[in-house]
């Protein structure tokens, strides 16, 4: 019984872990489309367009720090701003090395961007348009969130006056 639910879960994990795979493969394709149809290609566009998936990958991670600290800010807990910053930025920096490494094996190991540019490109229009557009609300609730959230840092912190 116990040797049951256990591998269940484990199934429900993978296939988790699949979707989120998936989800991230398809905005890397949506980016690469992006500035293939901008005429932004050339030069390493897989690359660029695998740092802009990055750099919106770091979005979230900067919004829950901005709430964090205006949390912090708001209770009057924030003894030692210098401390809070370090920690802030010793955890950007392994959020970075960590999408930096997923993302190295997911899409740009083995040239698997080509595979997955050719994968998606076979979808038909009203998926990929349905996609596409999920995609976006995704990338729109993330920036939006991020603005919320420094909104909100702002408001909550404390003025200072003098250096």
Not at 44 to 61: D, H, K, Q, S, Y
């Amino acid at each position: 019984m116990v040797s049951q639910l256990l591998s269940n879960y484990s199934i429900l994990k993978s296939m988790k872990i699949k979707n989120i795979i998936k989800a991230y493969q398809y905005v890397y394709y949506r980016i690469y489309k992006f500035m293939e149809d901008s005429h932004m290609d050339g030069f390493w566009m897989e690359w660029r367009a695998f740092g802009l998936l990055n750099g919106l990958m770091i979005l979230p991670v900067l919004s829950i720090i901005y709430y964090f600290a205006a949390l912090l800010s708001l209770f009057g807990l924030m003894y030692n701003p210098e401390l809070i910053s370090y920690i802030i930025g010793v955890c950007l920096v392994i959020w970075l090395l960590f999408i930096f490494i997923a993302g190295q094996k997911v899409l740009m190991n083995r040239n698997r961007w080509k595979n997955i540019i050719k994968e998606f490109d076979r979808l038909p229009q009203k998926e990929n348009t349905q996609m596409g557009l999920i995609a976006l609300g995704i990338v729109l609730f993330v920036i939006l969130s991020l603005i919320l959230s420094i909104c909100l840092m702002a408001k909550t912190s404390p003025v200072r006056n003098g250096p």
